[in-house]
């Protein structure tokens, strides 16, 4: 049996989170390139140990992220952290907040994918297209305006949160992803990664769910303080974001219904039957397996003012099906192959229709069923008796 003393074990890899340490800058595409090979995207692969690679990979998510973070801060949005009133020593989760929240009138709100850290759509996306478009970078100077960023003025709001930052590392005082915390220095690299325990959790953000309804209870909902008394809200959900929005609303809708103007919903991941019938005051007894239902519920409100955008080989803004399963009519995004790049081919077409709902309160939109397409090797046909002709 081998024995190898702590001296003998590989020492844990450091790579700064620098770009140009790494090898990488920034073309005048936005794009991050090598230095030594300029048509070249970021390499992942750069050892045969995977915790090489992880490294380079997390050094290389930082270095995005703090470019971000830069950009955001230029166009004056800033950080806010909750549970509201903790400290910057406390375990705390940071969200992403535009300077005019008090005052706005409107107030476009983002719930991400738990998958993706705080202010990034895809790294996916950073890597092949831009910077400006992998992140929230684009979407927040178009709900913003060149104007409003200039003056730090204007009717529209933005909102941030953060659903996939929800481990907090007491040593460095920050919350991190997942993917963040296996990143950390250990002490070599065959040692086990840091255990997560209580200490790690943040009060009232444990969880996704827990951090979506921190976000309405302790920003959304503090009219007259960090919002306007008669702010609405325009709601975007990704995947488990979305779905967290769309439970805690269910079950709160008498008190949320005058300030919601619409939603819109990337990769969702709720169930009509499951998910939208959560108001104690409806009654169990009811039958709501059809697109039947009850006036000015929840459920109503998804059908008529809500929009979800699936992967779809179909071209952006076709009817695809989907609209049994979600409850609202249902559009290809502009995506067919990455979930995670939904929102980067999709934004750009939620906007304008959130605009629209915004400024006509009795704009409801028309159910669509379509029908979906089954290959099904005839059986269907066989079944009615139906003779196919190849």
């Keep these: 049996m081998l024995v190898y003393q702590r001296k003998d074990l590989p020492a844990d890899p450091v790579f700064e989170p620098n770009l140009k340490s790494l090898g990488y800058f920034i073309n005048d595409k936005d794009q991050i390139r090598q230095i030594a090979n300029p048509d070249q995207e970021f390499k992942y ?17 930082e270095c995005i992220r703090r470019i971000t973070l830069s950009r955001l801060q230029d166009m004056g ?3 806010l952290r909750l549970p509201l009133g903790v400290t910057a020593d406390e375990p705390h989760v940071p969200i992403l907040a535009s300077s005019n929240l008090q005052t706005a009138k409107r107030v476009v709100v983002v719930f991400g994918s738990p998958m993706q850290d705080l202010g990034i759509w ?21 709900v913003l305006g060149d104007d409003q960023i200039s003056s ?109 103007s619409a939603m819109c919903l990337a990769e969702p991941t709720h169930s009509r039957r499951s998910d939208l019938f959560l108001d104690p005051s409806l009654s169990s007894d009811d039958d709501y397996g059809s697109l039947a239902c009850p006036p000015n519920s929840f459920a109503d409100f998804i059908a008529t003012r809500c929009r979800a955008y699936v992967l779809s080989d179909q071209p ?75």
């Design 122 to 142: 895809a790294y996916r996306t950073v890597g092949t297209v831009s910077i400006a478009e992998g992140t929230v970078v684009s979407f927040v100077k178009a």
């Design 152 to 260: 730090g003025q204007g009717d529209t709001a933005v909102v941030i949160a953060n659903t996939g930052q929800l481990l907090y590392h007491n040593r460095s005082g920050r919350a991190m992803s997942q993917r963040s915390w296996l990143a950390l220095p250990r002490e070599s690299a065959v040692h086990p990664g840091l255990k997560i325990t209580r200490r790690n959790k943040v009060p009232r953000n444990s969880n996704w769910q827990e951090h979506v309804e921190c976000v309405f209870d302790d920003v959304l909902a503090a009219r007259g303080r960090m919002v306007s008394e008669d702010t609405r809200f325009d709601i975007i959900g990704v995947a488990e974001g979305g779905l967290a929005a769309v439970r805690y609303l269910a079950r709160n809708w008498s008190k949320w219904s005058r300030y919601i």
């Design 77 to 79: 949005v800033s950080t």
């Design 316 to 390: 952006t803004e076709t009817p695809v099906p989907g609209t049994l399963v979600y409850g609202c009519n249902t559009y290809a995004s502009g995506e067919e192959l990455n979930s995670e790049c939904i929102m980067p081919a999709a934004w750009r077409h939620m906007l304008p229709w959130l605009r629209k709902l915004h400024d006509d309160p009795q704009y409801e939109e028309t159910p669509m069923v379509i029908q979906e397409d089954v290959d099904d090797g005839g059986w269907e046909a066989w079944r009615e008796g139906v003779e196919l002709i190849d």
């Design 45 to 61: 692969k750069i050892s045969n140990v995977d915790r090489w690679n992880e490294l380079n990979r997390e050094a290389m998510n």
